[in-house]
């Protein structure tokens, strides 16, 4: 028996359990995202479309800001924003109180036009170029993260431009910790191109001692993305405590979200519990403690809006939706499965290949997912959608990137307007 015969009541509420907290379903079968109606957020502003539950969000930010705060005092929580570059998002989290961890030139420019504190600033890369590292110390960044010898060659030559300041910076350690993770975004293991193993991590700790244009406040670790358990966490906070006594420790991210079914990540507070449980055990009592959460802050308040095209007959029928690979990579990328529901029909039905508009067979957004009764013309939300959507959004077979859409209280704004073919054009000098 299939979900589809099991009553409707069921298949919602198990389904809406995926989608952001406060999601309902109208009379009739309708889902409401932030008190919203999918049909007049389709109508409004056209599929595909990013909606962003902003109550949800802004509670997941203080369920960390303040669950951090009060197990480690002097902490800050900062946002991994390569997961949802987007200025209103920043400026929502920066005004939750969050600092900003920016990974290249653009995310640094948009977290500060956001109105994000310099101050409050973690700059990261594998491949800081110096225009990069010259915009973060010149933008007053308060962390910049050494990931390697050259970075601290670009920044002391940088520093002299700057007398009298000198740059706070954090040894990023890669302490061969492997969790269980998609390849693509494991980055603790021995090889990675992220950081420094701690034999070398020593080296760069004894010269930045020795320098008078660079402070060293202390380490830097982060061992993946998407991670399920908390073990890999502890390995990683013991780790950086066996490279001695700093001010500051960025114990990074990494929390997976509930993106079907069968995943149970755990809580944030059940995560927060586990990092500064280690912490108490091997940290220094008085240090800085910074954590940077990116998928599991934004992931969940996330939902995709599409609308099917063409439903295609067979023994697991196909369902063609507007949009795919070009505002969501991550099933190509990391092989992440979505679920997904007929959004005026919520929950149940039978199992169906979910598919995209692009020209690869590998623009599937998901296969089994259960579709009641989809027709051409259908809406279709796919939850789970607010991390790394918008961020790897691309202009593939001319697609023109999708809006996102703050939604909550029963009203709704549109914070990034969709691409338009004049857009796809406006670079193009030939």
Avoid at 10 to 32: C, D, H, I, K, M
Avoid at 89 to 117: F, H, K, P, S, W
Avoid at 172 to 198: E, M, N, Y
Avoid at 251 to 268: A, E, K, V
Wanted: hydrophobic content about 40%; glycine content about 12%; aromatic content about 6%.
């Amino acid at each position: 028996m299939t979900l589809g015969a099991v009553t409707p009541a069921s298949a919602q509420n198990r389904l809406l359990t995926l989608f952001p907290q406060g999601t309902a379903v109208a009379e009739g079968g309708e889902l409401l995202i932030g008190g919203c109606r999918v049909t007049e957020l389709a109508e409004r502003y056209g599929t595909p479309a990013l909606l962003v539950d902003e109550t949800a969000l802004r509670t997941r930010a203080r369920r960390y800001a303040d669950g951090l705060a009060a197990r480690w005092p002097n902490s800050r929580v900062t946002f991994a924003s390569k997961a949802f570059p987007c200025s209103a998002v920043y400026r929502l989290l920066a005004q939750e109180g969050l600092g900003m961890d920016v990974a290249g030139g653009g995310e640094l420019t948009l977290a500060l036009a956001a109105g994000a504190d310099p101050a409050g600033l973690v700059v990261h890369g594998n491949a800081k170029t110096e225009e990069e590292l010259r915009l973060a110390v010149s933008a007053g960044a308060g962390l910049i993260v050494i990931d390697n010898f050259d970075d601290i060659d670009r920044l002391e030559k940088i520093a002299v431009e700057h007398p009298g300041r000198a740059q706070g910076v954090l040894v990023r350690v890669t302490p061969d910790i492997r969790p269980d993770t998609h390849a693509a975004v494991s980055t603790g293991q021995a090889g990675s191109k992220f950081g420094l193993s701690p034999a070398r991590a020593r080296e760069a700790i004894a010269r930045l001692r020795g320098s008078d244009r660079l402070r060293l406040d202390g380490l830097h670790v982060h061992v993946g993305s998407q991670i399920l358990r908390t073990e890999p966490f502890t390995r990683a906070v013991e780790a950086v405590a066996e490279l001695g006594e700093f001010a500051v420790y960025d114990l990074g991210g990494g929390l997976g979200s509930r993106y079907t079914y069968q995943d149970r990540p755990p809580s944030i507070e059940q995560y927060l519990d586990v990092l500064v449980a280690a912490a108490r055990r091997v940290l220094p009592v008085g240090a800085r403690i910074l954590i940077e959460p990116g998928r599991s802050l934004v992931a969940e308040t996330g939902v995709s809006l599409y609308r099917a095209v063409t439903v295609k007959d067979g023994e697991q029928p196909i369902v063609a939706v507007d949009g795919g690979m070009g505002d969501n990579l991550e099933v190509s990328l990391y092989a992440q499965r979505f679920e997904a529901t007929v959004a005026t029909r919520v929950g149940g039905g039978e199992p169906c290949r979910l598919v995209g508009r692009h020209c690869e067979s590998g623009d599937t957004l998901s296969d089994g997912v259960l579709l009641r009764d989809p027709r051409p013309g259908d809406l279709i939300a796919v939850p789970a959608t607010g991390a790394y959507t918008y961020a790897l959004s691309n202009n593939y077979n001319g697609a023109r990137r999708p809006p996102v859409v703050f939604c909550g209280e029963g009203r709704s704004r549109a914070v990034v307007r969709r691409e338009t073919y004049e857009d796809l054009m406006r670079r193009d000098l030939a």
